[in-house]
């Protein structure tokens, strides 16, 4: 099986060097028989080849099982016309990968507040206000004249109750409880029909309670007690914004793993961004896209009946637990020393 890998801008290539350390370990240990196809996305084939998302990249994304996709540097690029495709929206939209889903998980204990998270955001991801994506032509946001810009927001029945089934389905094998995140009080008729979704798909699930939660008190029961939390149902720009404030609660944005994925095509993407401002200097944390990754294993077990992958995924969660326990082999965004690479080799050795 042959995995995709775009290790994209900033200390993208750096952490997607550190994860591929440890999966070529599982890979060997578990006898998963996959390969890596290593193709160039973001600036670097934005100069050379006048793209940040070449057409034969994304043609073999298309054909991909599964992809590991490092951060991306989109404030930087330039206009779509000028090749400065977003590559995480892009292959969202072509490829139907529209649940993000996001665990936050307090590795060390507890959390920053002191209270232990153990929660899982799902993030509609291919819609919302995100103008790069949410139109078939053209994009969501325009200027009438130079001083008025305007930004469309689009919410669709068909989106809202897919992720709600995605979020019921997981909570079903988690805690049972699903906080719907929303601004109906204001955005009556999108964030509306997006409730209306959520409790439609509640009726399926009477074991799995439904709470319901206004976006800005969420934003501040999460620092208040973020254990009250299980899975949280959310649109695209609520969950972007939560699911960056819930990791760094847990810990650090650092330990943030992450997949989008559909029906039938799944990606792993570190939660965080490109982090230009530590990029090359053998600081990041590798530990969201080695997660990120092992989110990938496990949906590719479930999609090819493999278990054997889950038990690999559950492995490099199992030691990079054991790894964080002590002050030694932790990155500096937790206290820590250890360098990037040295992450990478060290959890591929426990392993
Ligand atoms: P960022 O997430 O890159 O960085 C925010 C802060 O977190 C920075 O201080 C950074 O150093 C730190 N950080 C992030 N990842 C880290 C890691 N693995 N280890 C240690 N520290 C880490 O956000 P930003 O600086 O606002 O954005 C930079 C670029 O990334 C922008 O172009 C933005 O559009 C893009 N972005 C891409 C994605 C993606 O590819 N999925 C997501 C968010 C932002």
């Given amino acids: 099986?042959?995995?995709?890998?775009?290790?994209?801008?900033?200390?993208?290539?750096?952490?997607?060097?550190?994860?591929?350390?440890?999966?070529?370990?599982?890979?060997?240990?578990?006898?998963?028989?996959?390969?890596?196809?290593?193709?160039?996305?973001?600036?670097?084939?934005?100069?050379?080849?006048?793209?940040?998302?070449?057409?034969?990249?994304?043609?073999?994304?298309?054909?991909?099982?599964?992809?590991?996709?490092?951060?991306?540097?989109?404030l930087q690029y330039p206009a779509r016309e000028q090749g400065g495709i977003n590559p995480s929206g892009e292959l969202r939209v072509k490829l139907d990968l529209f649940a993000n889903i996001r665990p936050?998980?307090?590795?060390?204990?507890?959390?920053?507040?002191?209270?232990?998270?153990?929660?899982?955001?799902?993030?509609?991801?291919t819609e919302g206000f995100y103008a790069?994506?949410?139109?078939?032509?053209?994009?969501?946001?325009?200027m009438p004249t130079p001083d008025v810009a305007l930004a469309v927001r689009k919410v669709t029945a068909r989106q809202c109750h897919r992720i709600a089934r995605v979020a019921f389905e997981w909570a079903r094998k988690r805690r049972k409880r699903v906080t719907a995140v929303h601004k109906a009080n204001v955005l009556h008729i999108s964030?509306?029909?997006?409730?209306?979704?959520?409790?439609?798909?509640?009726?399926?699930?009477?074991?799995?309670?439904?709470?319901?939660?206004?976006?800005?008190?969420m934003?501040?029961?999460?620092v208040r007690d973020p254990s009250k939390f299980d899975c949280i149902v959310t649109g695209n720009m609520f969950g972007d914004i939560l699911s960056d404030e819930a990791?760094?609660?847990?810990?650090?944005?650092?330990?943030?793993?992450?997949?989008?994925?559909?029906?039938?095509?799944?990606?792993?993407?570190?939660?965080?961004?490109?982090?230009?401002d530590i990029q090359g200097q053998d600081k990041a944390n590798p530990t969201s896209l080695i997660l990120s990754a092992a989110m990938l294993l496990d949906w590719l077990a479930g999609r090819h009946q493999r278990n054997v992958f889950r038990e690999a995924a559950q492995a490099i969660e199992s030691a990079i637990d054991a790894a964080l326990q002590s002050a030694d082999t932790r990155t500096p965004d937790l206290g820590g020393k250890l360098g990037t690479r040295a992450l990478g080799k060290h959890l591929a050795e426990r392993l």
């Fill in 1 to 74: 099986m042959k995995i995709l890998v775009l290790p994209g801008d900033g200390i993208g290539p750096e952490i997607t060097e550190a994860t591929l350390n440890v999966l070529d370990r599982v890979n060997a240990k578990f006898r998963l028989g996959l390969e890596w196809q290593m193709a160039e996305i973001g600036l670097a084939s934005l100069k050379k080849r006048g793209s940040t998302l070449p057409e034969d990249v994304m043609e073999a994304a298309r054909s991909a099982p599964g992809i590991i996709l490092g951060p991306v540097d989109h």
């Fill in 104 to 125: 936050a998980k307090s590795r060390m204990g507890v959390g920053l507040t002191g209270k232990p998270v153990d929660l899982v955001i799902f993030r509609e991801c």
């Fill in 132 to 142: 790069d994506r949410n139109m078939f032509m053209g994009r969501g946001e325009f």
């Fill in 191 to 217: 964030d509306g029909l997006f409730l209306r979704e959520v409790r439609k798909v509640a009726q399926e699930y009477p074991d799995v309670e439904l709470d319901e939660k206004i976006v800005d008190a």
């Fill in 219 to 222: 934003a501040a029961l999460l």
């Fill in 247 to 276: 990791s760094e609660i847990s810990g650090s944005l650092g330990l943030a793993g992450s997949v989008m994925a559909g029906d039938d095509a799944c990606c792993a993407q570190a939660q965080h961004g490109s982090a230009p």
